[in-house]
């Protein structure tokens, strides 16, 4: 038995690094992109974390006609500007901010499922 390495599992927190790294809007420059579920098969795309120099309506603007949804721009006391779309966009909002250069890849955090 001395001869073998003895590993105790431990619990795993899928949460555990997206919660470490939402102290705050814009913290350690990542932007968030979540998904939240709705009611049946409808669910909601969450971007936040975007710098404030940049016109939210406008990437809103943006994003509504590139993907055909619609979306919002929200104010929340915690997280600052939130931009919110219809639909699950996950991927098609990083390749979209990636290719306008808002953001860089690395910089970029994909939450959900």
Same mark, same amino acid.
């Given at each position: 038995?001395? #001869? ?12 555990? #690094?997206?919660?470490? #790294? ?65 639909? #699950? ?25």
């Amino acid at each position: 038995m001395s #001869d073998l390495d003895v590993q105790i599992p431990t619990t795993f927190d899928p949460f555990a #690094d997206a919660s470490a #790294d939402d102290s705050g809007a814009g913290s350690k420059e990542y932007v968030h992109i979540r998904i939240q579920q709705r009611n049946g098969r409808k669910s909601l795309t969450t971007v936040q974390g975007l710098k404030k120099e940049f016109s939210y309506n406008k990437i809103l603007k943006d994003l509504k006609r590139e993907f055909c949804c619609n979306g919002t721009v929200v104010q929340d006391p915690e997280l600052g500007q939130v931009i919110q779309l219809q639909g #699950d966009q996950r991927k098609n909002v990083s390749n979209f901010l990636v290719q306008a250069g808002i953001v860089k890849k690395e910089h970029i955090k994909i939450h959900g499922f």
